[in-house]
């Protein structure tokens, strides 16, 4: 069965090349190979340490709240995936992560390849967190429980019945960035207005007009890698 994708793949160079590539790097500008496992975890000692300065910075950030606007983030981009409409993960994405997801997708459609399956997260840490002058990021990894599979006809990759596997999404903001008080992106408001998030094509909140998936204001979406099938 493990062969089988690969032949398929074969038929429709692509399918495999997209399929190989899902997850965008944290560039959001490639894909990293399926055949790789997730990036190492950073020693936890030096994790804490710089989530610790990003508090001592940002009063209001609140570690566990942001792992829970990650989780929501993972479910508005699962429903996007499934329903094969790009636009419903617009709101949380960044701008060039989301340019590489409506590719995928359009080449999904193109040759008829669905995903399948639900899952839940059943478990999260931060497993990096790391800052320059311009922008602060975070790996947080998330445990997965459930069925995913990818077909069209036949199953290319993935399976029935109930499995387990990480998933790493990486959040970036700018390093001026501070937690807003709505919540933000990753809680579905706008982080200049407050409003309920409202996207525009060109990434600005539909009532203030101010950008906010560029990550200069917010924690955005940055890459999400999936640990091989």
Same mark, same amino acid.
């Given at each position: 069965m493990l062969k089988l994708p690969f032949n398929i793949l074969r038929v429709i160079p692509h399918v495999g090349g997209i399929l190989r590539g899902e997850a965008a790097t944290d560039s959001g500008a490639r894909a990293r190979s399926s055949g790789e496992e997730l990036t190492p975890a950073d020693d936890q000692a030096v994790v804490a340490s710089a989530l610790a300065t990003l508090k001592s910075r940002d009063g209001g950030f609140d570690l566990t709240a942001t792992t829970r606007g990650v989780v929501r983030a993972?479910?508005?981009? $699962?429903?996007?995936?499934?329903? #094969? $409409?790009?636009?419903?993960? /617009?709101?949380?994405?960044?701008?060039?992560?989301?340019? @590489?997801?409506? =590719?995928? =997708? *359009?080449?999904?459609? *193109?040759h008829g390849v669905r995903r399948q399956g639900t899952s839940v997260v059943v478990g999260a840490e931060v497993v990096a967190a790391t800052r320059d002058r311009l922008a602060e990021q975070l790996r947080i990894r998330l445990a997965c429980r459930g069925e995913r599979r990818e077909v069209t006809g036949?199953?290319?990759? &993935?399976?029935? #019945? !109930? !499995?387990?596997?990480?998933?790493?999404?990486?959040?970036?903001r700018s390093a001026d960035a501070t937690t807003p008080a709505s919540g933000g992106v990753l809680s579905g408001r706008c982080p200049q207005c407050g409003a309920a998030l409202r996207i525009?094509?060109? &990434?600005?909140?539909?009532?203030?007009?101010?950008?906010? =998936?560029?990550? &200069? /204001?917010?924690? @955005?979406?940055?890459?999400?890698?999936? *640990?091989?099938?």
């Open positions: 993972r479910e508005v981009v $699962d429903l996007a995936r499934q329903a #094969g $409409d790009a636009s419903a993960a /617009r709101q949380v994405m960044s701008d060039g992560l989301w340019r @590489v997801f409506v =590719l995928l =997708l *359009a080449e999904r459609a *193109a036949v199953v290319l990759r &993935g399976q029935y #019945g !109930q !499995q387990r596997w990480d998933e790493d999404w990486i959040i970036r525009e094509a060109d &990434g600005s909140c539909a009532y203030c007009r101010a950008l906010v =998936l560029a990550g &200069g /204001r917010d924690w @955005v979406v940055w890459s999400i890698e999936e *640990a091989p099938w």
